[in-house]
């Protein structure tokens, strides 16, 4: 009887199939779940690139924001700054 068991191929086939079922599915650490973590940490790396592309951005407009030239050129163009007894004429061109 046992030599029937071992030898009959529906049954090996029945319980490959119930423990990949018991993997994928009802597991503690399943493969839905290490997915979904993957994909949280392709979003969370994605978002540590960006801040970390705009902290050099920053890092750079900081450092140039030190020379005094680029300082008032900066407060010109941003902040529409001017000296004393100056016009400024705003030209805005349709695109």
Known sequence: MLKKLFKDRRLWY???AVFILLISVFDKNNLIEAWRIKQQ???LEEQRDYYQQKIQEDSTLLENLKDD??????AREHYLMKRSGETIYLIEEDE
């Open 14 to 16: 029945i319980t490959i």
């Open 69 to 74: 030239q680029f300082l008032e050129k900066f």
């Open 41 to 43: 940490i392709k979003e």
